[in-house]
């Protein structure tokens, strides 16, 4: 059966450098910091680092169920990108592209997410309904306090 990939992109121009905003999410406390309130996940393991062989392990509520979402980095590229990918959890394939790439204002940070949803047709379905307006709300978060910490830290 051919599976066929779904993509999300989030996109934010951030007034720092390339440097300090790929330095943001080394920070050991990054991930804990970009979790949103309201969403019901719990952290079992966080990645030491955002380096290749890294893991990170949550359990995430849907709807009435806990899923173990394990994702492991398989790329990193510092100041450019980092990238993990999904090996359990809910997607049936989850790649997860982090890129920083300079912009005349400073930076602009990109989420990539190729994924393709559970269930088959009726994940495809639930993508515009459920999936992207999640990952909308998810990365709009992450973003707003990505560029807070950035714009308002002291060299």
């Keep these: 059966m051919h599976l066929v990939s779904l993509r999300f992109t989030a996109r934010s121009v951030i007034r720092t450098t390339p440097e ?3 330095a943001f999410h080394e920070l050991p406390d990054a991930f ?3 979790l949103p309130p309201g969403e019901t996940i719990r952290v079992v393991q966080t990645a030491p680092n955002l380096e290749a062989g890294s893991r ?3 359990r995430i509520r849907i709807a009435f169920l806990w899923v173990t979402f394990e994702s492991l980095h398989t790329g990193y590229d510092p100041p450019h990108s980092f990238e993990d990918q ?5 997607f049936r394939s989850w790649r997860h592209r982090h890129i920083v790439e300079p912009h ?3 930076a602009t940070l990109i989420d990539d997410i190729e994924y393709t949803p559970p269930f088959g047709i009726l994940g495809r379905a639930a993508d515009g309904i459920v999936i992207k ?3 909308r709300k998810v990365f709009a978060f992450r973003h707003r306090v990505t560029r807070e910490y950035c714009e308002n830290a002291r060299p």
Excluded at 86 to 90: A, L, N, Y
């Design 104 to 106: 005349a204002e400073g």
């Design 86 to 90: 999904q090996v359990r959890g809910p």
């Design 133 to 135: 307006p999640r990952l």
């Design 20 to 22: 300090q905003l790929f």
């Design 32 to 34: 804990p910091r970009l």
């Design 56 to 58: 990170t392990i949550v």
